[in-house]
């Protein structure tokens, strides 16, 4: 009975299963589909790990407009573009060499899928996510989802634009991106795409170079063309920043070309050229830009012109060298790529075979297409009218040998180079990952990767630290942003006797730690394409003859002047120190100017200074004579006496701001005059917190009050607040120390002699801890003044202190607004009025007593007891 339930209990939970599969079956399938699939042309080879290349295989493209009322229809390529072809031929190489080399990632078969990007943002761009995500139309769900991802580096893309998309979009995943052609500068921030490299130095450099060849040749006038990219407009702007930060030279016109073949913008482009006085053209553009504009040049017949190209067009635009572009370009400079030499490539792109089981929308198509180009056949089945034509039919046969084609030519590979070096760093790098002991590594828990289930992501870790050497001898290893060391070789068009054209190396520019960037030229070996063989003048204004000086011509750049005549003679530039008399003949010494001990208003400071030195000796006098009246020991004589001395090193420390500023005086005026003060207004403070606690003592209960305030704390504290002004004063000049400075800003015939005092905060600091010492001195002075005593010292403590703050309140805006060395004098007018208001205040009253009024100079009388 049981295992009648049993069986019939297990038939219910089958049929159940099955019911349920195919019910899930009808209504979500077991496997998810792609949207849409790229049709992109494209070669690939299996392996163990696949890497990814996106390359400029044809020039054009044509991208359907979208109607959106049936499905897309996807790009087409046209223009085959050899040199293009050679790099992603260059990529398989380095991979198949890498796969014989027992040194180098062995028992690992590397492979590659390579796309061809159109020269079109569009295109490039679906070429990076099929790699990233693979082109498998179903993916079956019931797949353990383990192994590598479709490719884990990608060597692309081509250029700057298609390069920061697709950055911005695969180092979300961490996918490492080599690029061997983008060179915009703005993908060198390491934050924004952590995953790009790049084997090619950035447009900031080159940009650089491109200066250091306008400074040789004195070049100041130069129109710039670019591509309406973010390699021409990075470009743009960085030339024009570096131009204006070196003052070196200026651009007449900065011109962007059209993508497509625009001919009204064309010509009206080259009509500026035509117009324009700069001999001297700078190209910051792509090869396809270039054929369009160098086309309308020849109808427009537009020549003596140097061109100066970057390195997107130099060495490579084999297109642009022929007979009828030549007398045009002929002479060209221009920033190239450092050549490198690949043995062994030749060989192997003579074993290139078309795929016959494949067409021209799939598989190996990027090898067909050039097999057609190259022997101008056509695979079966050919376009219609192909073969009634005339055309012939490619048989895969052919012989690469016999046919004129310059993919075979390896004597100036540049891109190709690069390529070669992205495919070795990425090599290299997972070599360097697979080499990882467990138990060592730089992942979490100090784990590895493993050759099956490695992530991008963890070569990256490896890729920001490889460090390799090429066959050829270079050295290749990334900085913090992800770029190389910075080396470009510099080519010169030749348009030699015969109609041949060549493209030489007449130098190279490189970076240098201690010298930044060196350019080396050898210029015997440049070719001018000019009647005189030379290079030609491109300023815009002439340099002024003698007997005339520059005037800069208004709305014009710096380089654009009219030349004025001099009065008389020759104009030269005079010294530092000197101006030009008035008749502009012979330079003369500039007046100085300063505050100095002779001068009238000098003469009077200094004698108010010394006279109020004076008075506080004489004043110091009379005290110490009288110092046992009661006047004297009730104004708490030992404070009194310090006050004396701090305002007699008041009055002197004036004397420090008059005559001619030197090291030691600019050091030491402020550090006097604030200690000093600190001083005084500090024994003020200490003298009425004394005043008010011995009225509080006098009261019952308040005789605690002062056990606080004996002579010992009194000394105590004036000592710690002097203290803190002397550590303000000695962190002033030990960070930012006042030194002297001759101004000519006010006027450029005279030198002002003045003390620049190095830091404006310390400055603040300084005054701003007097006015605080003398703030709470005034507002206890101030709560203490109706003390009954008949003789209340709080009451001239308070009169001197609105006395000092209202001459310091009043000092700030007239010392920063007057110039020169009438702000010295508003200093030492402060020091000496504030200086004589606390002497006055303070002291005055006490003297007329101790000489004039004896008989108030009693107990009785102070206390208030007296008649």
């Known amino acids: 009975m049981c295992s009648s339930l049993q069986t019939n209990l297990v038939l219910v939970i089958l049929l159940y299963s099955y019911f349920t599969y195919t019910v899930s079956s009808s209504l979500f399938p077991s496997s998810c589909q792609l949207q849409g699939q790229f049709h992109l042309n494209g070669m690939n080879k ?109 060597v692309g893309d081509s250029s700057s634009t298609p390069s920061i998309a697709i950055s911005s979009v695969l180092s979300l995943y961490r996918i490492p991106i080599v690029s061997y052609f983008a060179t915009c500068s703005c993908l060198s921030d390491h934050r924004k795409y952590p995953s790009f490299f790049r084997t090619i130095p950035s447009d900031a450099f080159q940009v650089r170079a491109i200066i250091k060849i306008l400074k040789h040749f004195d070049w100041t006038w130069a129109g710039l063309l670019i591509s309406d990219d ?27 070309l059209p993508w497509d073949k625009d001919t009204d913008e064309l010509r009206r482009i080259v009509n500026v050229m035509k117009k324009s006085t700069a001999r001297v053209v700078i190209a910051f553009v792509h090869e396809s830009h270039m054929i369009n504009l160098i086309e309308e040049v020849v109808k427009e017949n537009v020549t003596g012109l140097q061109w100066i190209a970057s390195e997107g067009w130099t060495a490579t635009a084999g297109v642009l060298q022929t007979p009828q572009f030549m007398p045009y370009l002929g002479g060209t400079l221009g920033i190239a790529i450092r050549r490198g030499e690949i043995p062994g490539l030749r060989d192997f792109l003579l074993q290139i075979r078309p795929d016959l089981h494949h067409n021209n929308n799939n598989g190996n198509s990027m090898v067909n297409q050039f097999w057609e180009f190259a022997f101008q056949c056509r695979f079966a089945p050919a376009p219609a009218g192909w073969v009634e034509g005339g055309g012939a039919l490619c048989t895969g046969q052919e012989d690469l ?41 730089p992942f979490s828990e100090q784990s590895c990767a493993t050759l099956q289930l490695m992530q991008p992501w963890q070569l990256l870790y490896y890729l920001e630290r490889v460090n390799f050497t090429t066959p050829f001898g270079d050295q290749v290893s990334f900085d913090e942003n992800g770029d190389v060391v910075p080396i470009y070789d510099v080519m010169n068009w030749l348009w030699l006797p015969d109609g041949s054209t060549k493209v030489q190396n007449v130098g190279e520019v490189k970076s240098s730690a201690l010298n930044g960037e060196e350019l080396k030229l050898d210029e015997d070996k440049i070719f001018w394409n000019f009647i005189s063989k030379k290079p030609p003048r491109s300023v815009c204004s002439e340099n002024c003859p003698p007997g005339t000086h520059m005037a800069r011509k208004k709305g014009e750049p710096k380089c654009c002047f009219d030349c004025i005549p001099c009065s008389e003679g020759k104009c030269t530039s005079c010294p530092e120190d000197f101006w030009s008399n008035l008749q502009r003949d012979h330079c003369v010494p500039k007046k100085t100017e300063f505050l100095s001990y002779y001068e009238p208003l000098g003469i009077c400071l200094t004698a108010t200074s010394l006279l109020g030195t004076c008075i506080c000796a004489v004043v110091l006098g009379i005290f110490i ?21 701090s305002l007699k090193l008041c009055f002197l420390c004036s004397l420090l701001f008059i005559g001619r500023p030197r090291l030691w005086t600019c050091q030491l005026r402020h550090a006097a005059f604030g200690i000093s003060f600190v001083l005084c207004v500090s024994c003020i403070l200490v003298k009425t917190m004394v005043v008010l606690a011995v009225f ?24 710690c607040l002097t203290s803190i002004q002397a550590a303000i004063c000695t962190t002033w000049l030990v960070s930012s120390s006042p030194t002297p400075h001759k101004n000519t800003q006010y006027q450029n015939d005279k030198i002002v002699y003045e003390c620049a005092v190095g830091s404006t905060v310390a400055f603040a600091v300084l005054l701003g801890y007097i006015g605080i010492l003398a703030f709470l001195s005034f507002l206890i002075a101030f709560l203490a003044r109706n003390l009954p005593d008949s003789f209340n010292e709080a009451k001239l403590i308070t009169f001197s202190m609105l006395i000092f703050c209202a001459v310091w309140v009043a000092f700030v805006p007239v010392y920063i607004s007057s110039p020169g060395n009438y702000a010295d004098a508003v200093e030492v007018f402060a020091i000496l009025a504030s200086s004589f208001g606390l002497l006055i205040t303070l002291f005055g009253p006490k003297c007329y007593i101790i000489l004039l009024r004896p008989e108030l100079n009693t107990k009785k009388a102070i206390m208030g007891r007296g008649s």
């Open 696 to 719: 509080k003592a006098s009261k019952p209960g308040g005789g605690a009050s002062l056990k606080w305030f004996g002579v010992t704390q009194q000394r105590g504290t004036v000592l």
């Open 625 to 645: 004579y009288h110092h046992r009246t009661p006047i004297i020991r009730a104004s708490n004589s030992e404070l009194s006496f310090q006050v004396l001395l």
């Open 401 to 441: 040998e016999n046919v004129n084609t310059e993919i075979l030519d390896i004597s100036n590979l540049r891109p190709e180079y690069n390529v070669y070096k992205a495919v070795y760093a990425l090599a290299y790098s997972l070599d360097d990952m697979l080499q990882c002991k467990p138990g060592r590594g």
């Open 46 to 154: 299996v392996g163990d790990i696949i890497l990814g290349g996106l390359f400029p295989v044809h020039f054009f493209s044509s991208v359907p407009y979208p109607s959106f009322t049936s499905e897309p229809q996807q790009p087409t390529c046209h223009g085959f573009y050899v040199q293009g072809f050679r790099q992603a031929q260059t990529m398989a190489f380095a991979i198949d060499e890498i796969n014989r080399n027992a040194n180098l990632l062995p028992n690992v078969t590397l492979g590659y899928t390579l796309y061809d990007n159109c020269v079109e943002l569009g295109i490039g761009f679906r070429g990076a996510l099929s790699l990233a995500s693979g082109q498998e139309e179903q993916i079956i769900l019931d797949d353990t989802c383990t192994g590598n991802p479709p490719v884990l580096g990608i």
């Open 230 to 256: 973010d390699y021409g407009l990075h470009a743009a702007r960085s030339l024009q920043f570096e131009l204006s930060l070196s003052g070196e030279g200026c651009l007449d016109y900065i011109e962007v």
